[in-house]
């Protein structure tokens, strides 16, 4: 069973930043690339960024030069720092597989104007 849990998520003023954290169960963090996702209100969850087993890296334009994706092989834990968070980076963060499977619940992320 896929078992991914997020945390880092909070409230922050614009231009500050966040540090999402997300454990993976072993077998799943050694066989898969891992990603971030979001959900905004009212709007389909979209890919942010992915990292795979050699650690290259992807971004969507929107957090490119902003956001970092990185990994801990040996935590099983892929991380995403945020930084200079904009309103529209408001939404639920998750954490998955690439392809996604089984989602978990997710971290608010909300960032004030």
């Known amino acids: 069973q896929v078992q991914l849990v997020e945390s880092g998520g909070g409230l922050v003023q614009a231009g500050g930043s966040l540090r999402l954290s997300c454990v993976a169960s072993?077998?799943?963090?050694?066989?898969?690339?891992m990603a971030w996702y979001r959900q905004a209100a009212g709007k389909q969850r979209e890919l942010v960024a992915r990292?795979?087993?050699?650690?290259?890296?992807y971004y969507i334009d929107s957090v490119r030069g902003r956001f970092t994706i990185s990994r801990d092989n040996d935590r099983n834990t892929v991380y995403l720092q945020m930084n200079s968070l904009k309103p529209e980076d408001t939404a639920v963060y998750y954490c998955?597989?690439?392809?996604?499977?089984?989602w978990g619940q997710g971290t608010q992320v909300t960032v004030s104007a």
């Open positions: 998955n597989t690439m392809p996604p499977t089984a």
């Open positions: 072993e077998r799943i963090f050694k066989m898969y690339a």
């Open positions: 990292i795979n087993s050699a650690s290259t890296t």
